[in-house]
Nanobody
Framework: QVQLVESGGRLVQAGGSLRLSCAAS????????RAWFRQAPGKEREFVAA????????IYADSVKGRFTITRDNTNNTVYLQMTSLKPEDTALYYC????????????????????WGQGTQVTISS
């Protein structure tokens, strides 16, 4: 049974930093693109960042570019999201996701393209 489990979310002051983790189990994810999405109350789930299976390619939403960094460790099936210079508008439930990726085309940004999801970890940024 495939499971993605996020951790690391908490309340942080604006300007602070956080590192989220997403541990995967149930299969080897070394051929899967991994991504982070977020959803604030009353808003649609939005793309944050994604990383290719080897970690060579990374893409980011414009709103987090230069502040967030996605990395992965295929030895333990874990993906990370290092978040710095946090803003109140970063407050959301953060989800990790995965999908099989052959390397053809760009890494998907749309949530419907991902078929494995975690339950989310809450990130709250106070002003």
């Amino acid at each position: 049974q495939v499971q993605l489990v996020e951790s690391g979310g908490r309340l942080v002051q604006a300007g602070g930093s956080l590192r989220l983790s997403c541990a995967a189990s149930g299969r080897t994810f070394s051929s899967y693109a991994r991504a982070w999405f977020r959803q604030a109350p009353g808003k649609e789930r939005e793309f944050v960042a994604a990383i290719s299976p080897t970690g060579f390619y990374k893409i980011y939403a414009d709103s987090v570019k230069g502040r967030f960094t996605i990395t992965r460790d295929n030895t333990n099936n874990t993906v990370y999201l290092q978040m710095t210079s946090l803003k109140p508008e970063d407050t959301a439930l953060y989800y990790c996701a995965a999908r099989y990726y052959t390397g053809q085309g760009t890494i998907p940004r749309h949530p419907q393209a991902y078929n494995y999801w975690g339950q989310g970890t809450q990130v709250t940024i106070s002003s």
